[in-house]
């Protein structure tokens, strides 16, 4: 068991949680991530380990609650405790001393770039982060980055906040201005995935994507988190769960991703509606 040691709302249906987990926070590498079961019947999910406090053997996950499995547990609050939480899991990422590297993250996808961040400035290299979100109220993490990576650019698809438009426009626009990067990292919608490698490809730009594929044992053993890269096919949880963009099939990942679609959809609808009489009885 896991206690919950702090929670804070980062965005709409979005929380950060300091969950105790000092094994996990002393192995840690920035990239890698833990499987999470609120319950004996419950999914498995899998979450990247936004940040590590080794003193207070503690590690953060940032949760968006879109099906019942995540609902369920950004329900859970201080004290309480998660029943399984397995890591670190998944490959390190691989960071070079002193390169230049544009860090960019798409709503909750910025979790996930943010310990990237902060792990290529430990080895003294020039950080620029582009973090987007459909609203500033979806915009997460920029106070954090703005504290550790050289330059913090934020787009929002209203303009409500930064530049309005898309990631892929800011990252056009750096390029545009004579800004030259050794890698790209970008992180968040498959959609946006896409669109970054297919503006750095032509122009040969290292390129490098995390997946969130469905997921089940995270050691490699049930294969649902296969994904095809460069022709052949690999596990995101062992093999990943980085890779180098311009070599994954996103449309089939993404066909992949719709295929318990309505299943998920039915399990929310029962989930919201024994929440709402839940609500009414007490």
């Known amino acids: 068991m896991h206690r919950i040691l702090s929670k804070d709302i980062l965005a709409p249906d979005v929380a950060r949680f300091w969950i105790e987990g000092a094994h996990i926070a002393r192995k840690r590498k920035p990239g890698q991530f ?6 004996e019947d419950g999914e498995r999910i899998p979450l ?3 940040d590590v406090d080794k003193q207070r053997g503690a590690i953060s996950i940032i949760v968006q609650g879109v099906g019942k499995s995540t609902k369920q547990l950004n329900a859970l609050n201080v004290g309480d405790a998660i029943l399984d939480v397995a890591g670190p899991l998944g490959r390190g990422t691989e960071i070079h001393p ?3 590297v544009c860090c960019i993250g798409g709503g909750i996808g910025t979790a996930v770039v943010y310990p990237i961040a902060c ?3 430990a080895l003294h290299g020039q ?3 582009i973090v987007g979100g459909r609203t500033k109220d979806f915009v997460i993490l920029e106070k954090e980055l703005r504290a550790v990576v050289d330059r913090v650019i934020v787009t929002t698809d209203d303009g ?8 892929t426009d800011a990252l056009r626009g750096l390029l545009a201005e004579g800004a030259t990067f050794d890698e790209v990292v970008a992180v968040g919608p498959l959609p946006m995935m896409k669109a970054v490698v297919a503006l750095t490809k032509p122009l040969g730009i290292k390129t490098t994507v995390s997946l ?9 053993m049930c294969g649902g988190c296969r994904v095809s890269v460069g022709g052949e096919q690999k596990f995101v949880c062992v093999d990943g769960p980085e890779f180098n963009g311009h070599l994954v ?19 929310l609808r029962l989930y919201n509606e024994r929440v709402a009489c839940q609500a009414i009885s007490n």
């Open 34 to 39: 833990v499987i999470v079961r609120t319950s």
């Open 48 to 50: 990247t380990i936004a």
């Open 98 to 100: 002193n390169a230049r």
């Open 119 to 121: 792990g290529a400035k």
């Open 127 to 129: 950080v620029v982060a």
């Open 160 to 167: 409500s906040a930064g530049a309005k438009g898309l990631v």
């Open 212 to 220: 969130n594929p469905l997921m089940v044992d995270g050691t490699g």
């Open 249 to 267: 099939d996103f449309d089939e990942l993404g066909a992949r991703l719709r295929a318990y679609r309505e299943q998920e959809a039915e399990s």
